[in-house]
């Protein structure tokens, strides 16, 4: 697949199963995030692969913070089977650093910017996944039970497999609505 094709074609697919990456897609998917801008060279990310094995775990903690955080019923109830939408999951952070010419939010884009480039390098080897945030990436307990710092963010949670159905999702955007010229 070549970066146009890749470009024009990738998408989210929320429907993902096994096989997830193997090792040496996982490889370079982690390559590829480490490959974004990066002003000031702080290198703003840290990540968390959460296997197959890991899942379950991922969602005790899940479970944890919204019983602890009083989250609606709904929440509760899914909480545990969230991480097993997908065989893996990346867990993208922006973990700040106070930087005098680097603000937050630069930090916070690079990190970005990581997740993106792990989806794009799932999907040129024909994997597929999804970004997603919500409560869990906002949860101070969730934070606090993976080590971060309060002011470190999850910038996402990063699905990976292999679609189970292929849709091709319509253009939802047309470029002049978007950009204009100076």
């Known amino acids: 697949m070549d970066a146009i094709e890749l470009l024009m074609t990738r998408q989210s697919d929320s429907n993902l199963s096994f096989p997830g990456p193997t090792e040496s897609q996982l490889e370079i998917i982690k390559k590829a995030a480490l490959k974004v801008p990066d002003?000031?060279?702080?290198a703003p990310w840290k990540f968390i692969v959460v296997n197959e094995?890991?899942?379950d775990k991922l969602g005790e903690i899940y479970h944890k913070a919204a019983v602890e955080e009083e989250q609606n019923e709904r929440t509760v109830s899914r909480a545990k089977d969230l991480p097993h939408r997908a065989p893996m999951m990346i867990i993208a952070i922006s973990?700040?650093?106070d930087h005098p010419k680097v603000p937050r939010v630069e930090q916070i884009e690079s990190a970005a910017c990581a997740c993106?480039?792990?989806q794009q390098a799932a999907f040129a080897q024909r994997l597929?996944?999804?970004w997603r945030t919500g409560y869990f990436a906002q949860s101070p307990a969730v934070k606090r039970e993976l080590g971060l710092d309060e002011k470190d963010?999850?910038?996402?949670?990063?699905?990976?497999?292999?679609p189970t159905i292929q849709c091709t999702k319509?253009?939802?955007?047309?470029p002049n609505?978007?950009?204009t010229e100076l």
């Not at 002003?39 to 702080?42: A, C, D, S, W």
């Not at 963010?153 to 292999?162: A, D, F, P």
């Not at 319509?170 to 047309?174: A, D, G, Q, T």
């Open 177 to 179: 609505s978007f950009f």
């Open 95 to 97: 973990p700040y650093q």
């Open 128 to 130: 597929s996944g999804v």
């Open 39 to 42: 002003h000031g060279g702080l």
């Open 53 to 55: 094995d890991a899942r």
């Open 153 to 162: 963010e999850i910038v996402g949670y990063l699905y990976l497999g292999t």
């Open 116 to 118: 993106f480039a792990m």
């Open 170 to 174: 319509p253009v939802r955007h047309e």
